[in-house]
């Protein structure tokens, strides 16, 4: 990737906590469900950060992980799926397209669903689909954006609370 997590984003998170990355075959893999090729700054963070909790809350897996990223994507399309009837406005559209959202995280405080969703040229937005309103949050910044104005506290999903610790790996991650 040839990359660095964004200089403020490290320094809300601290240095890398992870010293097993998921590796070509690992991303590869995940890009071929996926169809196109994913973030490179959500591949370095996650190849840095993953498999862990950010704010108690929300859980990001790891290629690697104890709960593989993969299967936790394919979990989160599937139940995206069965909550699109809540999403959609008065005429009947959705403001995404499910067929590409792509799962990066779950927010185990009120089941919110993280997603990416590709754009134009190679961009990526974040999407938080809440479980208990009928709406979708859509972050246009993609996701390094996003996750600084999340630790930050200065762009914090509704209903999400905030607190320490700001990362803690996931029990018995085998990535450490």
């Not at 989160?76 to 999403?87: I, M, P, T």
């Not at 005429?91 to 499910?98: A, I, K, T, V, Y």
């Amino acid at each position: 990737m040839g990359l660095t997590v964004d200089p403020t984003l490290r320094k809300l998170l601290g240095p890398p906590q992870r010293l097993i990355p998921a590796g070509v075959d690992a991303w590869r893999e995940i890009e071929e469900w996926v169809g196109r090729p994913l973030p490179d700054d959500f591949k370095e963070f996650v190849d840095e950060y993953g498999d862990c909790r950010i704010m108690e809350f929300l859980a990001i897996s790891h290629p690697l992980g104890g709960q593989r990223l993969l299967e936790c994507m394919k979990d989160d399309r599937q139940a995206l799926e069965c909550l699109l009837d809540q999403y959609r406005d008065d005429s009947g559209r959705l403001p995404f397209d499910p067929a590409t959202a792509v799962g990066w995280g779950s927010f185990d405080y009120d089941g919110d669903l993280c997603f990416l969703l590709p754009r134009g040229s190679g961009e990526w937005a974040v999407m938080v689909a809440f479980r208990q309103h009928p709406m979708v949050l859509i972050a246009e910044g993609g996701f390094t954006e996003f996750m600084t104005g999340l630790l930050s506290g200065e762009k914090v999903p509704r209903g999400w609370p905030t607190g320490a610790p700001v990362w803690r790996s996931m029990e018995d991650s085998p990535v450490i």
